[in-house]
């Protein structure tokens, strides 16, 4: 009896050398796609005015609250549109909803980085794992008056609102208001909502 071939070490990216995640078509660091072998994308870097992600919501400001659950008719309507390829994916027929107090200024969503154990504060990484999520896929941004702005981070799949059927453009804040739903990847729904 052979031997299994002992693991090898994750492809480094040859524009950046972040760790390939598994089979992933486009690296999490630059977006250079190992597919094709295409360069990498050029990420506009936030900008110096953007609030610390580990700033907190200040005292006496309305609370509001993230609802993530799995959405069976999103991912109905990002299968219609799929690849071949994709139409070997199922949608987890249960999952208890997540409720997620936005108690930062700056929300992260998105999935943990295996290589760094870097964790969003909305991690679709635990639960039922959306594959179509990029690790850094958007954020949530408190505006003044205490409502709120996504922004889509140059995400793989897109990030949309309200199903509508195009992506929200990246990089660029689409305001935000009470009982909003904002879609990621292949099933997920995100509901904000003023408590």
């Known amino acids: 009896m052979s031997a299994a071939p ?10 950046c050398g972040t760790p390939r995640e598994d089979l992933a078509q486009f690296c999490e660091g630059c977006r250079y796609n ?12 936030p900008s110096p005015s953007q609030p610390s992600p580990r700033a907190e919501v200040p005292t006496g400001s309305p609370t509001w ?6 959405d069976h008719d999103y991912f ?14 199922h949608v987890p027929t249960y999952s208890p909803d997540l409720h ?22 909305i991690d679709l990484d635990s639960g039922p794992k959306d594959p179509g999520v990029s690790h850094e896929h958007a954020l949530l941004v408190q505006q003044p008056g205490s409502t709120w702005s996504l922004i889509d981070n140059g995400s793989t799949n897109g990030t949309t609102v309200n199903g509508a059927e195009d992506p929200i453009a ?26």
């Open 170 to 195: 990246p990089y660029v804040p689409v305001p935000l208001k009470d009982g909003d739903h904002i879609h990621v990847g292949l099933w997920t729904t995100i509901t904000i909502r003023q408590d």
């Open 100 to 121: 997620i107090p936005l108690t930062r200024t700056v929300i992260t969503i998105g999935r943990r980085h295996q290589s760094t154990g870097e964790t969003p504060f």
């Open 6 to 15: 002992a693991p090898s070490a994750a492809e480094l990216c040859p524009n």
């Open 34 to 45: 190992f597919f094709t072998r295409a360069g990498a994308v050029t990420v506009p870097q």
């Open 76 to 89: 109905a309507r990002v299968m219609a549109h799929s690849e071949p390829e994709d139409q070997g994916l």
């Open 65 to 70: 609250t993230a609802t993530v659950r799995v």
